[in-house]
């Protein structure tokens, strides 16, 4: 089956540098999305990863391994409005995108 | 970045009605539109694949006969809930993209949330 895993939640203190790490099994591979979700609100895009290597935009970057399924998402110089739930995404070979379910972060002064 | 317009943004309806949310591609022609079920601390979940012009793909598990889902233009799709209840209760969110090649990411729209009482 196809799988994503990120870790549930993650804590960090404001103006450090969190990572947080998406792994995935899917069926193909046509790209791997993060969003970011703030409660109770739709998710926003932040970066699409096709090749390996990392991607910068700003504060965050987004790195992918396709080898080893495997991509990360760096938050720098953290922000309390960072406090959101990011999501992994990939889409498979059929072009559907495969969901994580998130990771919590957690923003501490 | 494109824009993906839902409304309403938050309905309460009484148990045994229908609601119809919208969801609308200001900017660009939305090709494929999909919704999404999204239960608190959940992740989102597929319910289907609306392509213009033609028949939803639902996701397994999801009833079409309840979820009514029309996408008659490239610009907007409607998901209708039938005779909705209590456990309908739920965020539901739209993306729209205008192609299933490259790195053409979804747009979501704000999406809706849902109360049955």
């Known amino acids: 089956g196809q799988n994503i895993d990120q870790p549930t939640e993650m804590t960090a203190t404001e103006g450090a540098i969190v990572q947080i790490n998406c792994t995935y099994q899917?069926?193909?591979?046509?790209?791997l999305f993060w969003y970011q979700q703030h409660a109770g609100e739709a998710p926003t895009f932040l970066s699409y990863?096709?090749l390996d290597g990392l991607e910068e935009k700003g504060r965050f970057s987004s790195f992918l391994s396709r080898s080893k399924g495997y991509s990360y998402l760096l938050l720098k110089e953290l922000q309390m409005k960072d406090s959101a739930s990011y999501l992994c995404?990939?889409?498979?070979?059929?072009?559907?995108?495969?969901w994580g379910a998130g990771t919590k972060l957690i923003i501490k002064p | 970045g494109a824009v993906v317009s839902q409304h309403p943004s938050w309905v309460i309806c009484k148990s045994g009605t229908s609601v119809k949310i919208e969801c609308r591609s200001l900017?660009?022609?939305?090709?494929?539109m999909f919704w999404y079920r999204q239960f608190p601390k959940q992740s989102l979940m597929l319910m289907a694949t609306?392509?213009?012009?033609?028949?939803?793909?639902?996701e397994q598990g999801v009833e079409k006969d309840k979820f009514l889902i029309n996408h008659a233009s490239l610009t907007l799709s409607t998901l209708t809930v039938t005779s909705a209840h209590p456990e309908d209760s739920s965020f539901y969110i739209c993306?729209?993209?205008?192609?299933?090649?490259?790195?053409?990411?979804?747009?979501f729209g704000q999406g809706t949330r849902l109360t049955v009482v």
């Open positions: 899917t069926s193909g591979f046509n790209g």
């Open positions: 993306s729209a993209s205008w192609g299933i090649a490259g790195n053409t990411e979804a747009f």
């Open positions: 990863n096709v």
């Open positions: 900017d660009f022609q939305a090709t494929t």
């Open positions: 995404a990939v889409r498979d070979s059929n072009y559907q995108l495969i």
């Open positions: 609306s392509n213009e012009g033609s028949k939803a793909t639902y």
